[in-house]
């Protein structure tokens, strides 16, 4: 496992990962797209660099269709990698300084981030190349095996070397998209949740060090990486899942974060066959689903320590800005939360973006429009918060993310 770079200590929790992917001349290269795909899923962004060899083994549109950046030749011309978090070179050929690899090479020791090189057919016992202060490319993981086997430890690696781990020890459990309910085989009703905000929030608390489990309604979304995805369909079913993860001490997690837009009615029977259209009116019975939000802030109320695990909830309305805060409030104290984070309808539902307020005893904090990617790491830096506050005897000024 690789180790967090001194460098990456420095960054402010939350803060979103930038690195470099060079991606030099070899048949491994191919590679290189899974590994920026998964970086890509784990919120980091990716700046493609490829060598003219390199374009020889992957297409630079694959490139640039999975980062959403430009491809450019050399690091020189990627502007932001001199700021970047890593530089990571896949693949690393035999000699690192060939002609082949040698302008890449020299150009990312020339960078102030560390440098993870993918030793795919670096020469055994052979030294990596150091710049004249002793700066070392590392060398990590080999492409020489099952293709595509190791592109997710080398993506782990480039996170794990990229991002604090602020929330190493953190069970956090996320549930995300819409519940639906079935009227008959073909029909259901639901809403128009995506999952992508709960998406979000477990990708960047898996990249961010903690445990994640992801219970999900029905989305088309890839699974974030690092994440344990439990898929369900209806209220019933998210709830049975969220129990069984949690237990019934709620010691199965020290953050709970519920973004899911979880249906507030079933109908009262699902008919084993299709329904029938007539020419007559039909009228549904609807009942009412459990408050899953409320069930859980009660049973943590009622326990020894009923500040745990940490629990944030969503409130998605479609009125004024201080009528959404007001709501919010109300939802704060009767489901007995930490955390409401208040959006508009409009600005939530299908978004790569979304306008929040997070909204707790002590007032509300507007944050604007924000990337979700960026919204979900402001809310887990509340989460990591709430925690530090309930470990006993542990001031919230010491580091300490862990609730137990």
Not at 225 to 244: E, H, I, K, T, Y
Not at 372 to 387: S, T, V, W, Y
Request: hydrophobic share 45%.
């Amino acid at each position: 496992m690789v180790e967090e770079h001194e460098a990456t200590r420095t960054r402010p929790p939350g803060h979103r990962p930038t690195i470099v992917l060079a991606v030099a001349g070899g048949v491994a290269a191919y590679q290189a797209a899974e590994v920026a795909r998964l970086l890509v899923l784990s919120g980091a962004r990716v700046l493609p660099v490829m060598t003219p060899e390199a374009r020889l083994y992957l297409g630079r549109l694959t490139l640039e269709e999975l980062t959403g950046e430009a491809v450019h030749e050399a690091l020189s011309e990627a502007d932001p990698a001199r700021t970047a978090d890593l530089i990571l070179l896949v693949p690393a050929p035999a000699d690192l300084l060939s002609p082949v690899a040698g302008g890449l090479t020299a150009q990312a020791l020339e960078a102030p981030c560390p440098v993870l090189a993918v030793s795919g057919g670096v020469a055994k016992g052979a030294p990596p190349p150091r710049d004249a202060s002793g700066k070392q490319i590392e060398l990590v993981g080999a492409l020489d095996g099952i293709p595509g086997t190791l592109a997710p430890a080398i993506a782990a690696a480039a996170l794990a070397r990229a991002t604090p781990r602020d929330l190493a020890g953190l069970r956090v459990v996320v549930t995300a998209g819409p519940t639906v309910e079935d009227l008959d085989p073909v029909r259901f009703l639901g809403n128009r949740s995506t999952g992508k905000m709960g998406f979000a929030v477990a990708a960047r608390a898996a990249a961010r060090g903690a445990e994640v489990t992801l219970i999900a309604g029905p989305v088309s979304l890839p699974t974030p990486f690092g994440a344990l995805r439990v898929d369900v369909r209806g209220a019933l079913a998210m709830r049975a899942a969220l129990w069984q993860v949690l237990g019934a001490d709620l010691a199965g997690a020290d953050a709970l974060i519920m973004t899911a837009a979880v249906a507030d009615y079933r109908p009262a029977e699902a008919h084993p066959g299709k329904r029938k259209r007539t020419a007559a009116n039909l009228t549904l019975e609807l009942v009412p689903n459990p408050d899953l939000l409320a069930e859980i802030g009660a049973a943590r109320a009622a326990l020894a320590s009923p500040a745990l695990p940490a629990l944030i909830g969503f409130a998605v309305e479609t009125e004024s800005d201080p009528q959404v805060v007001a709501y919010a409030r109300g939802k704060l104290e009767a489901k007995r939360v930490d955390l409401v984070v208040a959006n508009h309808a409009s600005d939530a539902f299908g978004r790569d973006d979304n306008r929040a307020t997070l909204v707790d005893r002590r007032g509300a904090e507007p944050l604007g429009v924000l990337p979700k990617l960026e919204l979900a790491d402001r809310i887990l830096d509340r989460a990591a918060g709430l925690c530090r506050r309930s470990s006993r005897g542990t001031p919230e000024s010491v580091p300490r993310p862990a609730c137990r």
